[in-house]
């Protein structure tokens, strides 16, 4: 960080949750001094690791305050590793999941996107960084070293794609058997 920028300062608003020995509080990131102000932030909203005790409070929050409740979700196991992530109504497909694998999961994020149009890009890109840890929701996620399909990514994303050569492997045209 350039020296005349100042890290941004939290300014909390409410407690929203406390219970098993977490607190969840809620509040907003306010720029620090060199800080343009005029950058719209890509997330409106973001929760990284929130005990699943706290889900209903969360979402009881966020519809009081007006805020957007579909986005990009992840849910989180004992270690924090991500299990689960997709996309759509944050809390409905938590619980969902929550339901489906209670001793499994015990934490989630999630992440509205103040433009829309990137909420499919954005999940794309978590589940892909995220790989083979989400052994719950695997038709999404390539394991190993395949990569996935670019055209996950919105029309007129300009993009380098890796592809296997296509006839003979490269030991035979050389004269040597695989």
């Not at 007006?66 to 109504?89: I, W």
């Amino acid at each position: 960080m350039a020296a005349n920028k100042k890290q941004s300062t939290k300014v909390i608003y409410h407690t929203v949750y406390d219970g098993d020995g977490w607190v969840v509080k809620t509040g907003r990131l306010k720029p620090g001094r060199g800080h343009p102000g005029k950058v719209k932030p890509l997330f409106e909203v973001v929760a990284e690791k929130i005990p699943f005790d706290a889900l209903g409070q969360c979402k009881t929050d966020m519809i009081e305050y007006g805020y957007s409740t579909q986005g990009v979700y992840l849910a989180h196991d004992s270690f924090g590793v991500a299990r689960y992530g997709g996309r759509g109504n944050i809390f409905h497909r938590l619980a969902s999941h929550k339901r489906k694998y209670p001793r499994e999961l015990l934490y989630f994020s999630f992440y509205t996107i103040a433009d829309k149009k990137h909420e499919r890009e954005i999940e794309t890109a978590l589940l892909r960084a995220a790989g083979p840890t989400l052994s719950l929701n695997t038709r999404k996620v390539r394991s190993g070293i395949d990569t996935g399909g670019v055209r996950d990514y919105e029309p007129g994303t300009e993009f380098y794609e890796r592809q296997k050569k296509r006839g003979k492997t490269a030991a035979t045209r050389r004269g040597t058997s695989p």
